[in-house]
């Protein structure tokens, strides 16, 4: 009997495992009209099963050169961002935006760091109080099943669970496109591609 429970709990853990590792890739490219590059572009699942464990690892976004470093930061709701500066000059991170709760962060000095915890899905601007022409952009989305294309317009979104999902674009300018639906198979590689423009 007890090795008769052993042998299932080991069946359970093989199935649970393979539900675990079997997983799909969506990728494809983003043709971007009417932008410098076909670059930052957050394509993402729009709605997926949870829960949805928070990483315990935290995002970054760096002040570096009088920039924001990276311009546009996807991540899943719940996510701690950690606003570095690593400038040798004061900055004011703050945004006016709801997802972010019109924060405002204050200054602190080089090679410091302030954490922001997104608790709300949607796009929140990132601005300095100091430099008005700092500008970023932090994505907060319902799942982890998003990706960010390179300035070829390239994206891959690695370990999407077997389904039918909706797949969606965000991009700070350019907001006409066509949503697309796609059916991820376990192990298989889905291709979509998109055309974005003003
Ligand atoms: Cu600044």
Redesign the pocket.
């Known amino acids: 009997m007890q090795r008769k429970n052993a042998i299932a709990a080991g069946v359970a853990l093989i199935i649970g495992w393979s539900s675990l590792v079997q997983a799909g890739e969506v990728s494809g490219m983003v043709t971007a009209r009417g932008a410098r590059n076909s670059a930052n572009v957050v394509v993402f699942v729009e709605q997926a099963e949870g829960p949805f464990p928070v990483p315990s690892e935290h995002a970054r976004m760096d ?1 570096k050169g ?1 920039k924001f470093n990276p311009h546009v930061l996807p991540v899943l709701v719940g996510t701690t961002v950690d606003y570095l500066n690593s400038d040798n000059v004061m ?1 004011n991170v703050f945004t006016s935006s709801e997802a972010a709760e019109k924060f405002n962060l204050g200054t602190w000095p080089q090679g410091e760091f302030r954490p922001f915890t997104f608790k709300k899905q949607g796009t929140a601007v990132m601005l ?1 109080n ?2 008005p022409e ?1 500008e970023a952009w932090v994505v907060v989305l319902q799942n982890p099943y998003f990706a960010l294309t390179d300035e070829s317009g390239a994206y891959t979104i690695k370990n999407v669970p077997a389904g039918t999902y909706t797949l969606k674009l965000w991009h700070e300018k350019l907001k006409k496109y066509e949503p697309q639906t796609v059916e991820v198979q376990n192990t298989g590689k889905a291709v979509v591609d998109f055309t974005l423009t003003k």
């Open positions: 002040q009088l900055h300095c100091v430099h700092m």
